[in-house]
Nanobody
Framework: QVQLVESGGGLVQPGGSLRLSCVAS????????MGWYRQAQGKRRELVAV???????NTLDSVKGRFTISRDNAKNTVDLAMNSLKFEDTAVYYC???????????WGQGTQVTVSS
């Protein structure tokens, strides 16, 4: 089992910045990939950015150049630095962990990011 706890959401004006953090606990050795998804009201959950143990990343096109994902394997954390935030970035952001064997997914409780003037 893997437990994920997020922090760092909040209210920010357009053009502002936020940093999300997620710390994993439990069976850490099983984790292959960690990252962030988001779900806006009335929309499907979508991948924002993920990063594997080796550092390979996959990022949503609409956030490329604005969001940066980073991972500290020693501390079992994954961060998402979000810059130049837009109204359409408003959503609940979820931390995600994927295990290598069997592909089990784990989710955090979610943290709200609201971009508003």
């Amino acid at each position: 089992q893997v437990q994920l706890v997020e922090s760092g959401g909040g209210l920010v004006q357009p053009g502002g910045s936020l940093r999300l953090s997620c710390v994993a606990s439990g069976t850490i050795s099983s984790i292959y990939r960690m990252g962030w998804y988001r779900q806006a009201q009335g929309k499907r959950r979508e991948l924002v950015a993920v990063i594997t143990t080796s550092g390979r990343t996959n990022t949503l096109d609409s956030v490329k150049g604005r969001f940066t994902i980073s991972r500290d394997n020693a501390k079992n954390t994954v961060d998402l630095a979000m810059n130049s935030l837009k109204f359409e970035d408003t959503a609940v952001y979820y931390c995600n962990a994927l295990t290598a064997a069997g592909g089990t997914e784990y989710w955090g409780q979610g943290t709200q990011v609201t971009v508003s003037s």
